[in-house]
């Protein structure tokens, strides 16, 4: 079976300076794995997605994700951030054998005039 | 692309009632369809997998006879909270997966219950 953990529950960042979100996985088969973020009252939107190839991700709001096999990690990483990324970012995976997603814990993202 | 809507947004209803949510893709077809509900500050739990034309697969320890689900075809999946109790308020998302694409899951904005 799949998991993934995201450590930090909550990372404050000042606005302008860059940030990272980490996420580790553990499966024993080959994983797909996700960045979702949920704004307040909000379903949640795809930021990217690794499912083979470049293990560099771009996704959107200048979001981008690198898919580390040997380290079982798939970090999220914005240069410069925006009062407007405030929100959760929850990672997840799957493989080509379920019909699930599984979701890390969330992450919240807080940004800091 | 890939848009997946639900109706209502936000509902209030007496405990004793019934609710339905609708969960539609709107540019896609839909073969596969989940259902989640999230409580404050907390991840996704899933709750049951629909299939097109099929019954849906439950989660252990999810109730089928009080949250049930249809899914009549392939825009459109409903998920009904029958005898809604307070217990039961809570936010429901669901997902959508596009035919042809059996990794990505496209997410509904959510529908707040609320059971008084």
């Not at chain 1, 940030?19 to 080959?30: D, G, K, P």
């Not at chain 1, 499912?51 to 914005?78: C, D, P, W, Y």
């Not at chain 2, 989940?34 to 996704?44: G, M, N, V």
């Not at chain 2, 959508?96 to 496209?106: F, L, P, V």
Request: net charge neutral; proline share 4%; charged share 20%.
């Amino acid at each position: 079976a799949q998991s993934v953990t995201q450590l930090d529950s909550q990372v404050p960042v000042f606005e302008e300076a860059p940030v990272e979100l980490r996420c580790n996985y553990s499966s024993s088969v080959s994983v797909y794995l996700f960045w979702y973020v949920q704004y307040p009252n909000q379903g949640l939107q795809l930021l990217l997605k690794y499912l083979s190839g470049s293990t560099l991700v771009k996704g959107i709001n200048g979001f981008e994700a690198e898919f580390n096999k040997s380290q079982t990690s798939f970090h999220l990483r914005k240069p410069s951030v925006h009062i407007s990324d405030t929100a959760e970012y929850f990672c997840a995976v799957t493989t080509n054998r379920d019909d699930k997603i599984i979701f890390g814990k969330g992450t919240r993202l807080h940004i800091l005039p | 692309g890939a848009v997946v809507s639900q109706h209502p947004s936000r509902v209030i209803c007496k405990s004793g009632t019934s609710v339905k949510i609708e969960c539609r893709s709107l540019d896609f077809q839909a073969t596969t369809m989940f259902w989640y509900r999230q409580f404050p500050k907390q991840s996704l739990m899933l709750m049951a997998t629909s299939n097109e034309g099929s019954k849906a697969t439950y989660e252990q320890g999810v109730e089928k006879d009080k949250f049930l689900i249809n899914h009549a075809s392939l825009t459109l999946s409903t998920l009904t909270v029958t005898s809604a109790h307070p217990e039961d308020s809570s936010f429901y998302i669901c997902s959508a997966r596009e035919r042809g694409d059996q990794e990505t899951q496209y997410f509904g904005p959510g529908t707040r219950l609320l059971v008084l």
